[in-house]
């Protein structure tokens, strides 16, 4: 298993190599890490412990978030690509062929299971479909699903916010789906990529949508960070069905180069989800940037709300700029 970092200074890189592995550098076993190639500042590393590895957090705690973020003799390391191993999951439902639009049921906290229900049937109306909870509502409770499912029509999945207590996590999930959801959603730098891992092995039966807050803090470090399509990649191989990407308008933080790599990281395996600042007024600027239409999912939260005629209205307009 191989993983490309860019870090300064560059000799720093065979320290990396012993530091993600055994520990000391005069070790001699077949588990040390070793650079395998270098050019100024990008060194390549191999990392034999790894091979055929496909727990989470052990893929987390050696290339992701390892101690290599804590050394003080290391100016800045960032993480640019990985060769993942095959034995990862990946998503279980095939994105569609043509693009679709998702929303967010707002405002994401204080509506009743039955005002939800209203908001999620005005949404499904509109053209969404998939209607999901925002990040901020965990644990969805059962009543809010029922009524949810009760009002969506066939062919638009509910997707209910599954997050919360670690050791609830897939009592939760399964109680949601036989409540009614069509999908599930999970904060899954927040909970823990583990924990989505745990969902895919769970076989459900529904898709899962992995939110990315809390991603930003790997991604936006100036000494230590972790590139946009390394974590794409492996939300995605972990099991998730929807991978959020940023989008194209100025709410994230995103270049449109990241987009483009994190869509790119998706194709043809799970849906990238363009989400934050789209609305029926960029709706197709969202598809012309992104260079594919197969796979794309464009999620409307508070753009669709802000329509003069309703949320409905809103949501419909941004489905018909799709074309």
């Given at each position: 298993?191989?993983?490309?970092?860019?870090?300064?200074?560059?000799?720093?890189?065979?320290?990396?190599?012993?530091?993600?592995?055994?520990?000391?550098?005069?070790?001699?076993?077949?588990?040390?890490?070793?650079?395998?190639?270098?050019?100024?500042?990008?060194?390549?590393?191999?990392?034999?412990?790894?091979?055929?590895?496909?727990?989470?957090?052990?893929?987390?705690?050696?290339?992701?978030?390892?101690?290599?973020?804590?050394?003080?003799?290391?100016?800045?390391?960032?993480?640019?690509?990985?060769?993942?191993?095959d034995a990862l999951?990946?998503?279980?439902?095939?994105?569609?062929?043509?693009?679709?639009?998702?929303?967010?049921?707002?405002?994401?906290?204080?509506?009743?299971?039955?005002?939800?229900?209203?908001?999620?049937?005005?949404?499904?109306?509109?053209?969404?479909?998939?209607?999901?909870?925002?990040?901020?509502?965990?644990?969805?409770?059962?009543?809010?699903?029922?009524?949810?499912?009760?009002?969506?029509?066939?062919?638009?999945?509910?997707?209910?916010?599954?997050?919360?207590?670690?050791?609830?996590?897939?009592?939760?999930?399964?109680?949601?789906?036989?409540?009614?959801?069509?999908?599930?959603?999970?904060?899954?730098?927040?909970?823990?990529?583990?924990?989505?891992?745990?969902?895919?092995?769970?076989?459900?039966?529904?898709?899962?949508?992995?939110?990315?807050?809390?991603?930003?803090?790997?991604?936006?470090?100036?000494?230590?960070?972790?590139?946009?399509?390394?974590?794409?990649?492996?939300?995605?191989?972990?099991?998730?069905?929807?991978?959020?990407?940023?989008?194209?308008?100025?709410?994230?933080?995103?270049?449109?180069e990241e987009v483009?790599?994190?869509?790119?990281?998706?194709?043809?395996?799970?849906?990238?989800?363009?989400?934050?600042?789209?609305?029926?007024?960029?709706?197709?600027?969202?598809?012309?940037?992104?260079?594919?239409?197969?796979?794309?999912?464009?999620?409307?939260?508070?753009?669709?709300?802000?329509?003069?005629?309703?949320?409905?209205?809103?949501?419909a307009a941004t489905?018909?700029?799709?074309?």
């Open positions: 298993m191989r993983a490309t970092y860019v870090v300064d200074p560059p000799e720093w890189a065979e320290r990396l190599a012993v530091l993600e592995s055994v520990g000391l550098a005069d070790a001699v076993v077949h588990a040390r890490a070793r650079v395998v190639a270098q050019d100024g500042r990008e060194a390549t590393l191999e990392f034999p412990a790894l091979a055929g590895e496909a727990d989470a957090t052990t893929l987390v705690s050696s290339l992701v978030a390892g101690e290599w973020g804590d050394r003080a003799d290391m100016r800045s390391c960032r993480l640019v690509a990985v060769e993942w191993p999951p990946g998503p279980a439902f095939a994105p569609a062929g043509e693009p679709v639009v998702g929303a967010i049921v707002k405002p994401a906290l204080g509506l009743t299971p039955e005002d939800a229900a209203a908001v999620a049937a005005e949404l499904a109306a509109g053209g969404a479909v998939l209607v999901k909870d925002d990040e901020l509502l965990t644990s969805s409770p059962r009543e809010r699903t029922v009524r949810i499912a009760a009002r969506l029509p066939d062919g638009v999945r509910y997707a209910a916010n599954v997050s919360g207590p670690h050791e609830g996590l897939l009592a939760r999930a399964e109680a949601a789906v036989a409540a009614g959801a069509g999908a599930v959603m999970l904060n899954a730098f927040a909970q823990g990529l583990a924990a989505l891992q745990a969902l895919r092995a769970a076989e459900l039966g529904v898709p899962i949508f992995a939110h990315r807050v809390g991603a930003a803090f790997l991604r936006r470090g100036a000494q230590v960070s972790v590139a946009a399509r390394v974590l794409a990649e492996l939300t995605m191989l972990l099991g998730a069905d929807y991978v959020q990407v940023g989008s194209f308008a100025p709410r994230t933080f995103d270049t449109d483009r790599e994190q869509i790119e990281a998706c194709a043809g395996r799970a849906t990238a989800v363009i989400g934050g600042g789209v609305g029926p007024a960029n709706a197709r600027e969202q598809l012309d940037r992104a260079g594919r239409r197969a796979g794309l999912m464009l999620l409307l939260g508070s753009e669709a709300y802000a329509h003069p005629d309703g949320v409905r209205a809103g949501v489905t018909e700029a799709l074309g």
